[in-house]
Structure formats: C-alpha cells, structure tokens
C-alpha cells in the first residue's frame, strides 16, 4: 500500500561577511597608428604596475583579463550631408584584476594608489566570499531545518505521526546576493574615501516529503 505522505518547502536564507576582495581594472587608449595605440597601452600598464608596487603588490599578482585592439571610428557628415562613419585611428582596451584578501586600509591604499596613477584607470570594487562553499553548506542546512521544523508544526496540528523522510527534491536553484561592485573613477576618490562591504546573502530551497501515520 502506498504511504501516506506529507511534502514540505525548506526556503532558508543566510548571510556572512566577506573576506576577499576583486578590484577589476579598465584602461583605455587611442591613437592615429596601430604601433602607437599599442606603445601607449603598455605606458598606462606599466603605470599601473608601478603605482601598486609601491604599496607592496607584486607585478605578478596583477592579471591581465582581456586585451583588445580595434578600429576607431567617428561619426561625421559628408559633402552630401549625409553621416557616415570613417576610421580614425586605433582603440585598445585592457581589462586587469587584482584580488587579496579582505583589508579596508589596504583597500584604502590601493585607491588612493590609483588614484595618483598617471594612467587614470576606471575600477570596480567587488566584495566577495573566497570559499562559497562554506555559505552554500549553511544555507543547505538552514532549508532543511526549517522544512524539519515546518513538518513537525503541520503533523502536530494534523494530529498525525511524523515518521522517516521519503524523499528529498533539491533543484540547486540559490540566488547570492550582495557581490555588486562599484565602478570608480580616480577623479571620483577622496583621500576620505570609505568603502564597507556589505553581508553576501544567498537563498535557497529544498522539498521534503514525510511518511506520516495516524
């Protein structure tokens, strides 16, 4: 005979403090040549390097992303009056990270670094959690609490027997919140300039069904 069941929802949501930082970094150059374009690039990498070595950074720790060169163009109007787009030199895009763990005054002076950097670099602070692992086992804990707790309220006013679990659906469908970053640029930072991270939160849910008996 097919046993009686009872299915519950665990949704849990918990929160923890981040420990570990990403600073994404964005330079931009553009030239009439091709070799210039790339000569001027490599200036404002090499000022990059430059201003976080003197806190302290190896140039190594600094990882380049994304390197990209492409045409430049520019819109204007011809004889006839019409815009069309014609080509006026190159454009070259760097995307650098740095990541360490997390430190609000040598955050402090990383910014401040940059913020004297000849190559005026836009970047984007990140808080985040260096092992997610640990938040993912909490909030699968905390679900299955709360769906414990639920079936118990439910057979107690059911006035029915809670006894083993049948099943457990997890669909693995968490949402984390709180690792937003800010886009800064160095004309935008104070020598005043503090940044506090807020809790990373994550939810999450698991389905749980019950045998009951009377």
């Known amino acids: 005979m097919k046993p009686k069941?009872?299915?519950?929802?665990?949704?849990?949501?918990?929160?923890?403090?981040?420990?570990?930082?990403?600073?994404?970094?964005?330079?931009?150059?553009?030239?009439?040549?091709?070799?210039?374009?790339?000569?001027?690039?490599?200036?404002?990498i090499q000022g990059v390097a430059t201003c976080l070595e003197s806190i302290g950074f190896l140039k190594t720790e600094i990882k380049t992303q994304r390197l990209d060169v492409?045409?430049?163009?520019?819109?204007?109007?011809?004889?006839?009056?019409?815009?069309?787009?014609?080509?006026i030199g190159y454009v070259a895009q760097c995307v650098q990270h740095l990541s360490f763990d997390l430190d609000l005054e040598r955050l402090s002076q990383v910014v401040l670094a940059l913020k004297h950097c000849s190559a005026h670099p836009e970047f984007d602070v990140t808080y985040r959690l260096k092992d997610r692992?640990?938040?993912?086992?909490?909030?699968?804990?905390?679900a299955m609490e709360q769906a414990i707790e639920?079936?118990?309220?439910?057979?107690?006013?059911?006035?029915?027997?809670?006894?083993?679990?049948?099943s457990i659906d997890y669909q693995g469908n968490a949402w984390l919140g709180g690792e937003h970053g800010r886009l800064l640029a160095v004309q935008d930072v104070t020598e005043k300039m503090e940044l506090y991270p807020e809790e990373i939160e994550a939810s999450d849910e698991v389905t749980v069904v019950f045998e009951i008996g009377d």
């Open 5 to 44: 069941t009872l299915t519950v929802r665990g949704v849990a949501t918990v929160s923890l403090p981040p420990d570990w930082i990403d600073l994404q970094l964005r330079l931009t150059t553009r030239a009439a040549t091709y070799e210039q374009t790339l000569a001027e690039m490599e200036h404002q």
């Open 70 to 87: 492409s045409l430049d163009r520019e819109q204007v109007k011809n004889e006839a009056g019409d815009y069309e787009f014609v080509i």
């Open 133 to 142: 692992k640990r938040l993912h086992s909490l909030l699968l804990e905390a």
């Open 150 to 166: 639920s079936a118990r309220v439910l057979a107690t006013a059911g006035n029915v027997s809670l006894q083993s679990i049948h």
